[in-house]
C-alpha cells in the first residue's frame, strides 16, 4: 500500500495538536506507471515504440562514446509482408508481428533493446557489440524469425523472412540518425540481394 500523507497544526482547548490524513494512493500511482508503460509501448508487440527506442538509443550512444565502448544497430524488416495481409488479412499479420517480437525477445541478451519502428520494421541495439559480434546475432535473429510460425485454418501455418542491416559505431561524431540510416540502406541491400539475408553498413556518408 502507497499512503499520501498531509498534516497540520492546531489547537484544542489550548493545547497544540497535530492533525494528519493519510490517503492511499496505490491504485493511483498504479494508473500512473500503466499510462507511462502504454506510451513508451508499441501496443501490438510489447516492444518499444518508435520514440521511446529512439530515446534509448541515444542514451546508449552516449553511454558508448563516454566509455570508449561498442555499439551495434540493427534493422530488421519482413520480406512480402504486405502479402500476407493482402491474402490472409490483417488479423493474421498482426499474429504474426506479435510472433516475430517473441522471436526477437527470446533470442536477444538482456541488455538488448528491441523496438517496432513501424509497420514490420523494427529496430535493435546491441551494446558493446562489434561488427563481428552483431553479424552473429542477425545471423541467428534471421534463423530464427524464418522458423517463426503462426497457425491458418486446416492445420496450416504461415511463416516469413526477414532482411537485415547493420550498422557499427565507428567514430566520435557518430549519431543515432546517422547510424540507423546506414543499417536501413544496408537492410534494403539485403532485400535487393535476394531477401531472406544480412548485409554490413559500409562506411558511406549520409546526405
Do not use: W
Request: hydrophobic share 40%; glycine share 6%; proline share 1%.
Amino acid at each position: 500500500m502507497i499512503r499520501a500523507c498531509t498534516g497540520r497544526r492546531t489547537c484544542i482547548e489550548e493545547k497544540p495538536y497535530l492533525i494528519g490524513l493519510g490517503t492511499d494512493i496505490s491504485e493511483r500511482r498504479l494508473l500512473e506507471q500503466e499510462m507511462v508503460r502504454q506510451a513508451r509501448t508499441d501496443s501490438l508487440t510489447g516492444l518499444a515504440n518508435r520514440r521511446h527506442f529512439m530515446e534509448l538509443a541515444k542514451l546508449e550512444l552516449a553511454r558508448a562514446l563516454r566509455h570508449k565502448k561498442q555499439l551495434s544497430v540493427l534493422m530488421l524488416d519482413l520480406d512480402d509482408f504486405k502479402l500476407v495481409n493482402d491474402c490472409h488479412g490483417h488479423h493474421i499479420g498482426d499474429s504474426l508481428l506479435r510472433a516475430v517480437a517473441d522471436t526477437i525477445r527470446k533470442t536477444l541478451r538482456e541488455i538488448d533493446i528491441a523496438g517496432r519502428l513501424g509497420g514490420e520494421e523494427f529496430g535493435i541495439l546491441l551494446p558493446e557489440s562489434d561488427t563481428r559480434q552483431s553479424a552473429e546475432v542477425a545471423e541467428r535473429l534471421r534463423q530464427e524469425v524464418a522458423h517463426t510460425m503462426v497457425a491458418l485454418a486446416g492445420d496450416q501455418t504461415l511463416s516469413v523472412t526477414a532482411s537485415i542491416g547493420i550498422s557499427t559505431l565507428s567514430d566520435e561524431n557518430a549519431t543515432i540518425d546517422k547510424m540507423l540510416s546506414l543499417a536501413d540502406k544496408a537492410m534494403y541491400d539485403a532485400k535487393h540481394a535476394g531477401r531472406n539475408q544480412v548485409c554490413l553498413a559500409q562506411a558511406r556518408e549520409i546526405d
